[in-house]
T-cell receptor
Framework: KNQVEQSPQSLIILEGKNCTLQ??????????LRWYKQDTGRGPVSLTI?????NTKSNGRYTATLDADTKQSSLHITASQLSDSASYIC?????????????FGTGTRLQVTL | GAVVSQHPSRVICKSGTSVKIECRSL??????MFWYRQFPKQSLMLMAT?????????EQGVEKDKFLINHASLTLSTLTVTSAHPEDSSFYIC?????????????FGPGTRLTVT
């Protein structure tokens, strides 16, 4: 069964600190892995997309890594801000077509506090 | 970036009535759109794939007669929740992949909060 598991389920950090979120997947075949940020009551917003041949990709203070051999990914957030408080969802796609269904992880709820 | 809009953002309806939710891709054409449902503190669950000019493809366990999907144009897909019941109360989100990219960026709408009383 295709699955995407994320850890931790929730995380509280102080503003300015760094954090790393984890994602393990069993989706096969595998084409690409995405990280999304979802604010409460809003739709997800894309942070990064990585294909199986990419090891790392950055978007501002967000850096995602991918190890396609071990089927693991991480999202590192640097110098966290209060606005980073949201759910972060790891999403895996089996192919590159526009009709490709995405498999969603359960998300990590991040809270950044003063 | 490309924008996908949804309307309405919030709707409250009485049990037994029908509600239509619109999903529009504002600056690109989408032959495929996806409809998701999200319950509190859970991730998105795919309900169906909306295909322009043809029937939608529903996920297992999703009643196609209850959740009617119409994708009449390349920029608009609608989801109609028929004979709504309180258990249909949820956050409904659509997405559209932007063609011409590999892999295609998937843009999500802002969601529609449905409350059935």
């Amino acid at each position: 069964k295709n699955q995407v598991e994320q850890s931790p389920q929730s995380l509280i950090i102080l503003e300015g600190k760094n954090c790393t979120l984890q994602c393990n997947y069993t989706v096969s075949p595998f084409s690409n892995l995405r990280w999304y940020k979802q604010d409460t009551g809003r739709g997800p917003v894309s942070l990064t997309i990585m294909t199986f041949s990419e090891n790392t990709k950055s978007n501002g203070r967000y850096t995602a890594t991918l190890d396609a051999d071990t089927k693991q990914s991480s999202l590192h957030i640097t110098a966290s801000q209060l606005s980073d408080s949201a759910s972060y969802i790891c999403v895996v796609s089996p192919n590159t077509g526009t009709a490709s269904k995405l498999t969603f992880g359960t998300g990590t709820r991040l809270q950044v506090t003063l | 970036g490309a924008v996908v809009s949804q309307h309405p953002s919030r709707v409250i309806c009485k049990s037994g009535t029908s509600v239509k939710i619109e999903c529009r891709s504002l600056d690109f054409q989408a032959t495929t759109m996806f409809w998701y449902r999200q319950f509190p503190k859970q991730s998105l669950m795919l309900m169906a794939t909306s295909n322009e000019g043809s029937k939608a493809t529903y996920e297992q366990g999703v009643e196609k007669d209850k959740f009617l999907i119409n994708h009449a144009s390349l920029t608009l897909s609608t989801l109609t929740v028929t004979s709504a019941h309180p258990e249909d109360s949820s956050f409904y989100i659509c997405s559209a992949p932007q063609p011409g990219q590999s892999p295609p960026e998937q843009y999500f709408g802002p969601g529609t909060r449905l409350t059935v009383t």
